[in-house]
Structure formats: C-alpha cells, structure tokens
C-alpha cells in the first residue's frame, strides 16, 4: 500500500482489519495447510490480494477477481 502512496501509519490502520491469525479460514490452503501444518508459499499473489481486499483496496492487477482466484485454489467460497 505504500507503494500506492500510502503512508505507512494509514496502511498498518487499514491492514490491521485483515486477519493475522493462520487458523482463520481466509489463510486455509493460501498460507496454511491444515492437513499437513505446513506454511504454503506458492499463492503470493493470491495472499497480497487478500490483504489488500480485506483491507477495502483494489486488487493488485485491476483485472486480478480475488473471490475467483480464491475458489480456484481453495475450492471455497472467499469468507466475509
């Protein structure tokens, strides 16, 4: 988000609505594999977007769909 402009006190205020926890459903097979307790590193783009949409801002790619992309590699619904 600074890279957009944003200082960093105003980024750290909007991302702090973003979950940080691993066992929140947002982060399953995105960071976190249950299953395994291993970390998942492979959806950097996808978890990026996850901030930033959680966070009330504009994909990183204007035509980058987050809840798409979301179910596309987890095969759920993106969680509200």
């Known amino acids: 988000m600074m890279d957009r402009g944003k200082a960093a006190d105003a980024a750290v205020r909007k991302l702090a609505h973003a979950p940080f926890s691993l ?3 947002l982060w399953r097979d995105v960071f976190w594999r249950v299953e395994t307790k291993t970390m ?3 959806f950097v783009r996808l978890a990026q977007n996850l901030f930033l949409h959680k966070a009330g801002e ?7 769909d987050v809840e798409k992309e979301f179910k596309r590699i987890t095969g759920r619904e993106l969680p509200h």
């Open 23 to 25: 066992s929140d459903p």
């Open 58 to 64: 504009k994909p990183d790619a204007a035509k980058y």
């Open 40 to 42: 998942v590193n492979k």
